[in-house]
């Protein structure tokens, strides 16, 4: 077996040639193992899947809610939902990026993660949702507070809302 390969490899070629081709084709040999196992289907299955450990969280921080008016802060990393339920009308959901809530900077590593702002009319009671952000709000590494923004939600004064915040995960779990 080796006489034909130093045979192929001294063929077709100038002088001293071969001795190129032969270490060549040693370091192939030695680094096949290593390439087997990048590019496998398993070791790729087992990097796709990966990917998805991370649990999807966000971080709430709800204030004032009277008069119609709610502040809600939230920090996420992944794609979320605002719900309402208990409350019928027009709803609007309003971002704000970057500010100050209660003397505490927050935002300054934030991302606006849907529309700046969104109103729905409400017909029923019912849970529904009032705001889709498609990202999550952290665009760069930092505290909660930092990665934060903060949902204004206007609604009638006489109602009494209750909001829920899930994850895309976990909106997909209650649906079903």
């Known amino acids: 077996m080796l006489n034909i390969l130093l045979t192929l490899l001294t063929r077709n070629g100038p002088p001293g040639s071969y001795v190129r081709r032969l270490k060549h084709l040693k370091a192939t040999i030695a680094a096949s193992p290593l390439l087997f196992l990048l590019f496998s289907p398993s070791y790729a299955q087992s990097s796709y899947q990966m990917e998805y450990i991370i649990p999807q969280k966000v971080v709430i921080g709800q204030t004032a809610q009277d008069n119609g008016q709610a502040k809600i802060m939230i920090a996420s990393n992944s794609p979320f939902f605002i719900t309402a339920e208990g409350v019928i009308g027009e709803i609007c959901v309003n971002i704000a990026l970057s500010g100050t ?5 927050f935002g300054a590593n934030a991302q606006l993660p849907g529309h700046q702002k969104t109103c729905k009319m409400l ?16 665009l760069l590494p930092g ?34």
């Open 143 to 176: 505290t909660p507070l930092s990665q934060s923004i903060v949902a204004h939600i206007s609604y009638a004064h006489n109602a009494t809302p209750v909001f829920d915040i899930p994850t895309l995960n976990e909106r997909m779990q209650s649906t079903g």
């Open 101 to 105: 809530m209660q003397g505490k900077k």
């Open 123 to 138: 017909k029923s009671t019912d849970e529904q949702v009032i705001y889709t952000a498609d990202r999550r709000t952290a």
